[in-house]
Nanobody, 123 residues
Framework: VQLQASGGGLVQAGGSLRLSCAAS????????MGWFRQAPGKNREFVAG????????KYTNSVKGRFTISRDNAKNTVVLQMNSLKPEDTAVYYC?????????????????WGQGTLVTVSS
């Protein structure tokens, strides 16, 4: 199984970035997909998750209204559109896959992880 995250970079506060995660080696449409992030010195935290059918979506409170998660099961990709970025969004962002039916906030529930992509938001 491979999850390849991309799209990170340096952006000014208020700007936007689009993260993408390409999955291979798994039945993508059977997996809940999540985005997590980890800032220096902090634990990895849940950002957003989406069920296999796209009908169940969750966000952490700090990104609601600014971030949008979506998936394309035909292309085995999950996207995190990030708008109105803030310096506190600076972190390494990871995509992850979970074979269960629910969207879990704990990273321990996810079986597969991408390598991470760095997002830096300057003030």
């Amino acid at each position: 199984v491979q999850l390849q995250a991309s799209g990170g970079g340096l952006v000014q506060a208020g700007g936007s970035l689009r993260l993408s995660c390409a999955a291979s080696g798994l039945t993508f449409s059977s997996y809940v997909m999540g985005w997590f992030r980890q800032a220096p010195g902090k634990n990895r935290e849940f950002v957003a998750g989406i069920r296999w059918s796209g009908d169940g979506i969750k966000y952490t409170n700090s990104v609601k209204g600014r971030f949008t998660i979506s998936r394309d099961n035909a292309k085995n990709t999950v996207v995190l559109q990030m708008n109105s970025l803030k310096p506190e969004d600076t972190a390494v962002y990871y995509c992850a896959a979970d074979p269960s039916s629910g969207i879990w906030y704990s990273p321990n529930e996810y079986d597969y992880w991408g390598q991470g992509t760095l997002v830096t938001v300057s003030s």
